[in-house]
Structures are given as structure tokens and as C-alpha cells.
């Protein structure tokens, strides 16, 4: 398999560790030393500043740098809201959420969530890309610092958010006058990425005219100048600067001071634009529909295509990233591809002049749909930690899909299937409250098809009930129920049984919940349905068996689903057995030692997929056995707002503290 060359552009972070972390620097920040002084200064000032300025001219690198820099100022740590690829309102709560690594469980509104779990935090945000949701930003800032005296807000965008008490940061370009120690901080910017491009470049008498002369026409703009610098490979920076010069008197009409800055970049681009062979080009256009990375396979389904054959994919993408249009990330699991903002924003121009974004983003929301589906498929076997890994890197591009999916009235039921497909990822990975949402926004959309409402309506029902909202629940399965059994689905039935059944167990109804789990089982043996769902379901009436005194019962229903469980691979569900296995052993007289070996077991396992649930039962249980444990459940419940009430907990933590905790 073939793959890109070498990144030699314009990243400057490699990527980091998770959501929300500060990425690590790969090469230094150049001629920024005043503003990275004065934006400190103002961040010891004023508890909200704006970076504002032009495309490319480096907001966000600059602003990454100075909160690189105050880490150790905040005792709750620093941490990166990245906003440029947000278009949903809704989601730029949801955002901030997945940057700070709330779990909560709860139906509250987000950003009641945040407000509490900042409320007593020493912490510094960074909001990077506002300036496509302004007024949400702002209304999210506001709030947030009125509600949490120790947070600190640094934004970026094109404009100011309008907060009072904001302090706002105006950035322009490099300096492009000599300086008393030597050349101008837009020479040795240029200078310093040429060598990256060139390693035998160098600034020298013979060429620094040249130079400067280029940097003047490209206004300092750090992009313009790192773009330029990609074109050494083929050109002498003599050439470069003709070939520019040339380019803005096409634009201006002949006088270069008629040419506004904020078109220095869009020019820029557009050359290298030009560069591009006509594929090379086309295809430029069709990645514009990714938002944020991208793998080649993704790449190769939705970009192929009339004028692009998928043999010549893989060595165009290669292409672009060696003109840095395309920046190639090394990962664990192999290479990622993105594009930044402003030369994403420009291809997608040329798509829409093509007239084909429509049909990218179908294909693209395609492609995303069908990846959801063969992750739900793989969830029931031994890859369960690779599937939320998987969706964890393209979350992005899922609710991608998923806008389009919603949005287009003449197919809503594609973006009811995705929303519920994704059921494994609500409820196993720690994100009922985005599952929330999405569901909620498919089932307001009229028509569709039938299979397709009854799947999100059950997911809907399974999400409300563990976020306490019986009531929601309730409706939606008894809506499910009802369209499933007027068409003839007997799976969405039996799913809808099922999940009726827990939500009786979670209103302490135990003997209509066994009767509910019992029909449920009956109904997934009658169509010869085998997955994790169905091993839960035998969980949750060995639950109800032990709950009712007959522990024996239970153990034997819990040992046939773990020999399930270890034939197939399957974790999730073998976490909640060992959960019951643990509060029988522990009834029946077994001990607190064994009651708690298979208690953190299962405990290791959710926390493995990022289960909240899963830590928060077991928890509860372990509190139970250790002193320790007592604590870590008392603060864990509040994670699970709708059951018990309340903010967030560093699930982490507590699940640590409670395996290495001693036994009584």
C-alpha cells in the first residue's frame, strides 16, 4: 500500500493524545515573541480573551502556544475545544463536553452539565474556529465564567465575541521590516519552513531580495508564506515571486494595493491551486466533505468516481500531501489525512461550483453509514475495543453523516438507521446524551421507514431509560412495539420487550421486569436472533432472578452467558454477568474476596470501553465490600444524573482507586 510523503507543510502540531488535549509542537512558533508576551499578559488579566484576525495568519498556533505554556497555572488543566467543523448549535456544548471528558448520564441540558462540573475548577479553555457559530459561542463563554469563577476562556476567530469584559487580541501578519538583530520575523519564518522543503536552503545575499520581496507581497500571512515555501521544490524563490507578482496583478487589475488581505491567502491557494494537475484538483474538491481526518479507504469509497479512477486515489492523495494541500498524521493505526481550514474552505468552493456537493455528501454519509454499520455487527465479538476506537476517530465524520442524513426530507429514515445503529456507541462508550440528542432530532422527522423508526425508537427507549427519563421511555417503546407488531418486525418487538423490561427493573418493578425479560427471550429464540443484546437480556433476568432470592437461578443463567461470552469474544455483556455473579456470590455467602474479584474484573472491562454505566453499578456494589469503595460510588452515582442527580466524576479515578482498594 502506498502512501503520502513525508508532512512538510504547514502542521505545526502532531496529533495528540485524546480529545480535548493540547497537541505536541513539531516545530517551533517564529517571529511571534510580542504577541505570545502580550496574549499571556492579557490571559493573567482578564478571565476572557479573543485572538482574532484574518485566515492563516496563524490564530490558532499562537493561541495553542500560550496555553501550552500556562499548563501549570491551572490546577484543572488546559484543554482544546476544536469548534472550525461545528455547524449544529446544539453540538457546541456537546463539544466542550467531549473536550473536558464529561461523562454524565443524565436527560439535563449540556450545558447545565458543564457549568456544575466547572463550577469549582481551576481550568483554561481554549475555543478554536468560533467564527461560524458566534452568537453560541459567546452565549456558552458568558455563562460559563459568570457560573465558574475559576475557568478562564481563550477563544479564537475572525471577529470578537461580544462578551463583556472580554479582552480581545487583534493578530495581524508578520513583521515584514528588517529588525535590529537581522531579518524580519516573515523572512525567517519562510526561511526556516524552506529548509524543511529544501534542506540546502538558505537566505543569502544572491537571493534575499528575493525573499523579502516575496514576503511583501504575501502581507506576512504565516499560511501564505508556509504554502509558498512547499513550491521551492520545483521552483527558485526568484521564480516564486514572479509568479505571484503576476498572480495579484491578474486579480487587482493591475494594482497589487487594491488587492484586500484577506484575498493574500485565497490567491495563495489558488495558485497552488493551479499547480494541481485536473485530478489532482477534482479530488481536492470531493475531500472537502470530510470533516477533520479521513483514512484512505473512506477517501477511495466516496471520492472515486467520473474523472478520478480509483486506481489513481491513493498516489493523488500522496500528491497533495506532498504540495501540503493534504496533511498526512502517523497513528497507531495507521495513517490519517486531513486538510486545514481555509484550503478545506477553498476546495469546497470549487465542489459547489462543480454543482456536485450534493452527491460527495451523500456518498460520503454513505460510506459513514456503512461503517456503522459492519462497527454494530463487529460490537458482538472480540473486537469490542477496536469498534469504540474506531468510532471514537471518526465521530467527526459520523455526525457528519448524520446532519445530512437529517436534514434531506426526502430520506429521513437513513439518518433514523445511523442514529440507531450507533446504539452500541450511546450506551457502551459513555455517550447517552449525544445519543440523545440525535435520536430525538431523527424521531421529529416525518415518514421514513418503518424498520427504521421502530430501531431508533427502541435505541430512544434503551437511552432514556438509563438516563432515568421513564417516562420518554416508556413512549417511545410503546411506540415501537406497536409499529413492530403492525408490520410484522419481530425484532424490533422483541428489542422493545426487552428494554421495557429494564426500564421495570429500574423502577424496582422485579417480578414484571423477569416477566417482560422472559417474553423477550422467548421472542429472540422464536426468529434465532444471537448478539449482545440477547446475552444481556439473560443478564438482566439473572438480575431479577437474584433479586427475587433465587441466587442459584441466577448463577446458572450468568455461567451459560459467560460460556457464551468466551466463545464469541464478547466482553460488554460478560461485564454485566460477572457484575450479577458478583452480587450472588456476595448474598450467598461466598465472601467478600470472590464477590469482589468478579466484581473488578467486569469493572476492568467497562472501563476498558469507556462504559460509564458499567463503572457506576459495579461501584456501587464495591462500595459495599471495601471502605474505599464507598467513597469511589458516592461520587460516582452523580455521574448517572437522571438515576441519582447530580454533576460528573472522573470515572477514572474512582475506578482505580476501587481496584486497588483492599477487601474487607
Known sequence: ??????????????????????????????????????LRGRLERSRLVTVTGTGGVGKTRLALAAASGSQDRFCGGVRLVELSMVRDAPMVDRAVLEALAVTDHSARPPRSVLAEYLADRELLLVLDGCEYLVAECAALAAELLRRAPGLRILATGRRPLGVPG????????????????????????????????????????????????????LDGLPLALELAAVRLRTMSVERIAERITDRFQLLAGGDRAALPRRQTLRAVIGWSHELCTPTQRLLWARLSVFAGEFDLDAVEYVCTGSGLPAEEVRDTVAALVAQSVVIRDEAAEGARYRMLEPVREYGAGWLEALGDTERLRRRHRDWYLGLATSCELDWFGPGQAEVAARVDRDLRNLRLALEFGLERASDPHIGQYLAGSLWFYWVGCGRLSEGRHWLDRALRRPGGNDGARAKALWVLGYVAALQGDTVAAVAALDECRALAERTGNAA??????????????????????????????????????LNSHVLLGRVGLALAMALRGDLEGAVAQCEQVRGVCLRYGERWALAYALYVLGYAAWRGG??????????????????????????????????????DGQGAAARAWPSLGGLRGGAHLDLDTAVSRALSAPTR
Open 1 to 38: 500500500m502506498q502512501h503520502g510523503a513525508p508532512l512538510d507543510g504547514p502542521s505545526p502540531f502532531a496529533p495528540r493524545s485524546g480529545p480535548g488535549g493540547l497537541p505536541a509542537e513539531v516545530d517551533r512558533l517564529v517571529g511571534r515573541d510580542a504577541e505570545l508576551s502580550a
Open 166 to 217: 472580554e479582552s480581545v487580541l487583534p493578530l495581524g501578519p508578520l513583521e515584514l521590516a528588517d529588525q535590529p538583530d537581522g531579518e524580519s520575523s516573515a523572512v525567517r519564518l519562510f526561511a526556516e519552513r524552506a529548509v524543511a522543503v529544501v534542506p540546502s536552503f538558505a537566505v543569502t545575499e544572491a537571493n534575499r531580495a528575493a525573499v523579502g520581496a516575496l514576503c511583501r507581497r
Open 492 to 529: 424490533a418487538a422483541a428489542y422493545a420487550v426487552h428494554r421495557i423490561g429494564c426500564v421495570a427493573l429500574l423502577c424496582h418493578d422485579v417480578p414484571r421486569a423477569a416477566e417482560l425479560f422472559g417474553a423477550a427471550l422467548a421472542r429472540y429464540r422464536e426468529i434465532g436472533e
Open 590 to 627: 461466598a465472601g467478600a474476596r470472590a464477590a469482589r474479584e468478579l466484581l473488578c474484573e467486569g469493572l476492568a472491562i467497562h472501563h476498558a470501553l469507556r462504559d460509564p454505566v458499567g463503572m457506576v453499578v459495579a461501584l456501587e456494589l464495591l462500595a459495599q465490600l471495601t471502605d
